[in-house]
């Protein structure tokens, strides 16, 4: 699902054409809408008066559906029904977001295409994009049992795509649909003993140093694919195998396989390892989504800060080498940019030593 996120801010932003410059262009777009709710504002008129009916309502029963996480109610919303309503490229979004938490990323592109084709602006865009960021987020913290992270990042979800709303309010019946849909008890006690704007930090617990000197090169390097192949039938007989199934699920997280993570997270607890120490993996491949969006939104110098506090999440102060390969290889995994051009213009952020 975050690839797939970050797959569609490189075609928002323009990365097809013209790289990091086209990536700058944007990061100094007017901020106008900045002010206005991503799912309340209402545009002009798209296609101007029509004699075709259409339900008056549809908008706001949409955005209620997205605001409270119902994401099958969104998805079930046929083209058909959209076509003739003033709003249909507001609609065509929500519904878009819909498909893409309900994990049916063809779909959603379809629905995100039907938006662009109908005036929806990039602006406007971005804002559900960037929130659907923060509610995968959520899901993956709460699958960890990082309860303050996932309510942090519901939060945020609720904040970019309607700001001013009631966001406790919200929040806590985002959370209920969530860890519902997660298949995970107690979601009616989340956020009621954490202040609205919480901050719990990112767990800095040490992670440990007793493996194989491949796996933590892999780790560095973010070579995620060969991380997952730690989860195998022999995982369980080896002496470190509370430490090989966290970076196993490090892997599952980078690569959007969400049983994976689930799997290796329970295994790597089960056999040892402590929440603060999962904590402590599972947000740096969170600090290592965030440089990723940033670097599509244009935002090279925060990039540049999340990269580097993904690679010393451990304590551990990488070599120079170690961090360009890892920020190399990442921006890689980006279609259609040119990764010389973006990889010159974070890395001239990074400072030696390494600090936020």
Not at 211 to 222: C, E, K, T, Y
Not at 326 to 338: A, F, G, T, W
Request: include cysteine.
């Amino acid at each position: 699902m975050l690839t797939s996120l970050r797959q569609w801010f490189g075609k928002l932003f323009g990365l097809s054409t013209t790289g990091a410059q086209q990536v700058l262009v944007h990061q100094n777009s007017s901020p106008a809408a900045d002010s206005q709710s991503a799912v309340e504002r209402v545009d002009a008129d798209d296609g101007g008066d029509s004699l075709v009916p259409y339900d008056e309502s549809l908008l706001e029963k949409a955005r209620t559906q997205w605001q409270f996480g119902d994401w099958q109610s969104l998805a079930a919303i046929e083209r058909d029904t959209l076509q003739n309503h003033p709003d249909r490229a507001k609609l065509a979004l929500l519904v878009s977001a819909g498909h893409l938490q309900w994990g049916d990323a063809s779909q959603a592109m379809q629905f995100m295409r039907l938006a662009t084709d109908w005036g929806i602006e990039k602006k406007l865009l971005a804002r559900i994009l960037i929130a659907g960021t923060h509610n995968s987020l959520a899901r993956a913290a709460a699958i960890s049992g990082g309860q303050a992270r996932a309510v942090k990042h519901f939060e945020a979800a609720i904040a970019t795509g309607t700001p001013g709303a009631d966001v406790r309010l919200l929040t806590q019946a985002r959370i209920d649909a969530q860890i519902s849909q997660l298949r995970l008890s107690g979601s009616k006690k989340w956020g009621e003993e954490l202040p609205v704007n919480a901050v719990s930090g990112l767990s800095q617990g040490a992670l440990p140093r007793d493996l194989p000197p491949g796996v933590r090169q892999a780790w560095v390097n973010g070579v995620w694919a060969e991380l997952t192949k730690l989860d195998n039938a022999e995982l369980a007989d080896q002496a470190n195998r509370a430490e090989l199934a966290l970076y196993a699920a490090a892997g599952y997280q980078q690569l959007d396989d969400d049983e994976g993570l689930k799997r290796c997270t329970r295994l790597a607890v089960e056999w040892g390892c402590s929440k603060q120490r999962v904590n402590a993996m599972l947000a740096a491949g969170i600090r290592n989504t965030f440089g990723l969006t940033e670097v599509l939104a244009g935002q090279f110098e925060s990039a540049a800060k999340n990269f580097t506090a993904a690679l010393r999440i451990d304590h551990v102060e990488p070599k120079p080498q170690a961090i360009k390969a890892r920020v190399r290889r990442q921006l890689k995994s980006l279609k259609n940019i040119d990764v010389e051009k973006t990889f010159d213009a974070v890395f001239q952020h990074i400072q030696y030593p390494l600090g936020e």
